[in-house]
């Protein structure tokens, strides 16, 4: 992401290789010996509230958008940021379920 200054306005140019490249570098699956180490990357584009709900939007590594939502079960003690660990772990899941998919692409 590149950041101009033209005035008094502020112009901001994303730059979706360096996105992909970072998601590509957190994204990897490691395996030493009997140990496995996982490590996965999503870039959170946008997060709406509403209570008790929450919907997470978010890139991955290919930058498809996918979007996730999570509910707060418990209304009356709503917090914007368990509801949020809830959406990420959901979104992770669903990443997950297509890790061989993703290894296999970095591979090349």
Do not use: H
């Not at 950041?3 to 112009?11: A, F, H, Q, R, S």
């Not at 957190?26 to 509403?50: C, E, P, R």
């Not at 209304?75 to 959406?87: P, Y």
């Amino acid at each position: 992401m590149s950041k101009y200054k033209v005035g008094d306005e502020l112009l901001i140019v994303e730059n979706p290789n360096e996105e992909k490249d970072k998601l590509k570098r957190m994204t990897q699956l490691k395996i030493d010996g009997d140990f496995a180490q996982l490590s996965w990357g999503l870039k959170i584009v946008d997060v709406q509230y509403d209570k008790p709900n929450v919907t997470l939007t978010y890139r991955n590594a290919y930058g498809e958008l996918n979007k996730v939502f999570a509910v707060c079960k418990d209304v009356a003690n709503f917090d914007k940021e368990k509801v949020l660990e809830k959406a990420l772990l959901k979104a992770f899941q669903n990443e997950i379920i297509n890790i061989s998919v993703i290894k296999n692409a970095f591979k090349k």
